[in-house]
């Protein structure tokens, strides 16, 4: 059996407030295998988000290791985990945190600024990722500009400009009305079964979690 | 898209409050710039002193006179080669508003003073009309003087109405010379003296010795200083320098204060970037956060924060230097009777730009500081 390109084993995560210590996760583990579409389900403080953002390196657990496409991330330094972050995670967020000051192709072209590719290339990989989302004539477009579906599909783009090993998405669909959040369900569902992406998608909502291969729960830090 | 141009597009994010600091930096470097250069013309005096000009005046106190009769025994020290003297005069014209220098002075005082530059001609027509004058090119432009015209004064330390002939209009033959003083024979002064104040006359307010070595100054000094000593009129001999710093010295608080308000005006501006910058970075917090999400290292964002604040505080510090001119000019128009030539130094102005960009960085510290410590999840829960 091939290794999952996901692995996170026995990881726990604590957060402390001056003297209080809240536990989160507790001697959690999760394989994902390449190219799987995973649903995160649990109601709130369940401690999906921090599993995700562990998994997705923003965040460090208190115990634990966590492997993507085996590295183990838990023991990168800062700097090298931005790294790491910039050329293996694709990024999606439930409020997309696109730059208002950029527009849609400035916004997708960001993470690209990061690698050795030439203008011309960075261009190129932009309108593909933008024709992928079906933005093509939006490249000039200010955030400001764009309905709340097409800033999430301008978010998508940007996640997946570098060609990430992973794309992790958090409530991609949870500010976005019914008709926005099956655009941007089917997006998904196509990275992954066109372009076999990984993908990690964090939902309380069942109907986005129906589009993903397989649901997890998590309640109370444990996964069920 | 580089990384410079999101730094541009973000300075401008909110244009009213970028313009309004800009310009707040601006009107600073600008006082700031107008102090140095009031400082810098008050001081200018004692920067145009000549190495081999000395002053001898009475020790106890300038304004006492000290006798003609001292003159010859100061020529006979080794190493002067020759000595003309001066006499304040006062008086007004017009009114106690229209001031301007002027002085009484021996004949060959244009001979030390080789900065003034009178055309021959007209030194000729002064030399030989005993109640002739020589006046300044400023004064001419702002009285609109010509030769031959009379200006006539009325005296205050030496009473009555006092008339004078234009004789001839001097320039100085470098930007910092003052050209708004009057200067007059001295045996016009003394004839009043000896007709109507005798025990007067025949002394003089002060000596300007030129000497052959500006090397020997402290020495030659010393020996005219010893030919009156423990006499009545004992004397005070220095520098020029030395004799003009001592005019500066007395306004010496004033001029510490200015140099003090200067840099408080800096300190000003420096909070107002400061706050600004820091109220930047918390709008923006969640932005950085996901800057940093996607790889940016806190390097680029440093990067991101000190380039804004440092373009603010440059593109203010340039609008500020350029301001200072035309307001240092509109302040010397206004207050040509005490500063004659405002003397703008290269320095005030290298100075001006070092603080500017001293500001922006110092401002750009708080932010950085806080963008480095902040985790992204913090960053990315921020509510902007």
């Known amino acids: 059996m091939a290794e999952p390109i996901v692995r996170v084993q026995n990881v726990s995560k604590v957060y402390r407030r001056d003297s209080l210590q809240i536990p989160v996760l507790q001697n959690l583990s999760l394989d994902v295998p390449e190219g799987e579409f995973l649903a995160l389900m649990g109601p709130s403080g369940s401690g999906k ?31 090298a985990l931005a790294g790491w972050r910039a050329q293996h995670v694709g990024f999606v967020f439930q409020f997309y945190n696109l730059l208002p000051v950029l527009t849609a192709f400035e916004n997708v072209e960001l993470p690209l600024l990061l690698t050795p590719l030439s203008k011309k290339e960075r261009r190129e990989h932009v309108e593909t990722a933008l024709g992928v989302v079906g933005l093509s004539d939006r490249m000039k477009h200010y955030p400001k500009q764009l309905s ?20 992790v998405a958090d409530e991609p669909t949870g500010d976005l009305d019914r008709k926005s959040a099956e655009e941007v369900l089917a997006l998904m569902e196509q990275l992954n079964s066109e372009f076999k992406k990984t993908i990690i998608m964090v939902t309380h909502d069942p109907q986005a979690a129906a589009k993903a ?5 998590l309640d109370k830090g444990e996964l069920k | 898209m580089k990384i410079i141009k999101l730094m541009f597009r973000n300075i401008f994010r909110h244009k009213l409050r970028a313009i309004l600091t800009m310009l707040g930096v601006a009107v600073a470097v600008m006082a700031f710039g107008l102090l140095r250069t009031i400082i810098a013309t008050w001081n200018s005096g004692s920067s145009n002193a000549a190495p081999d000009r000395l002053v001898t005046r009475d020790k106890a106190s300038f304004v006492l006179s000290i006798p003609l009769a001292d003159m010859q025994q100061i020529e006979h020290v080794p190493g002067v080669k020759e000595v003309s003297y001066m006499n304040w005069f006062g008086g007004v014209y017009i009114d106690q508003q229209h001031f301007f220098p002027r002085m009484a002075c021996s004949t060959n005082i244009w001979d030390a003073y080789p900065e003034y530059v009178v055309p021959p001609d007209q030194l000729k027509a002064y030399n030989d009309d005993r109640h002739g004058c020589i006046i300044g090119r400023k004064l001419v432009e702002k009285y609109g003087f010509k030769i031959g015209d009379i200006i006539q004064l009325a005296g205050d330390i030496y009473p009555g109405q006092w008339q004078f002939v234009v004789r001839g209009i001097y320039t100085g033959n470098k930007p910092t010379i003052d050209e708004t003083a009057m200067y007059f024979h001295w045996e016009y002064l003394n004839e009043y003296l000896e007709k109507n104040n ?133 302040f010397g128009k206004a207050f040509a009777d005490f500063f004659p030539l405002m003397v703008m130094e290269p320095m005030t102005f290298i100075l001006a730009g070092g603080l500017a960009v001293l500001v922006g960085i110092l401002a750009a510290i708080f932010p950085i500081e806080r963008v480095m410590n902040m985790k992204i999840i913090d960053g990315l829960r921020q509510v902007g």
Request: aromatic content about 6%.
């Open chain 1, 213 to 217: 291969h397989k649901e997890r729960h």
């Open chain 1, 49 to 79: 988000t921090t599993l995700l953002n562990l998994i997705a390196g923003i965040d460090k657990p208190t115990q634990g290791s966590i492997t993507i496409g085996g590295t183990d991330i838990a023991t990168l330094s800062e700097s």
């Open chain 1, 148 to 167: 709340g579906g097409q800033e999430q599909r301008v978010a998508i783009a940007r996640a997946i400009v570098t060609d990430p090993t992973l794309i």
């Open chain 2, 198 to 330: 005798p025990s007067h006359a025949n002394n003089v307010g002060w000596y300007v010795v030129k000497i052959a070595n500006p090397s020997n100054a402290a020495q030659v000094s010393a020996e005219v200083d010893g030919l009156f000593e423990n006499s009545s009129a004992e004397t005070k001999t220095e520098t020029e320098k030395a004799f003009q710093a001592e005019f500066v010295a007395m306004y010496g608080a004033i001029i510490t204060g200015l140099q003090i308000v200067s840099y408080v005006i800096i300190g000003i501006i420096f909070l107002v970037l400061a706050n600004t910058m820091v109220m930047t970075a918390r709008e923006r917090i969640r932005e950085y956060a996901v800057l940093k999400t996607l790889g940016f290292t806190t390097a680029h964002l440093a990067t991101l924060i000190a380039g804004e604040s440092l373009s603010i505080a440059l593109l203010g510090g340039a609008i500020g230097i350029i301001l200072t001119f035309p307001i240092c000019a509109g």
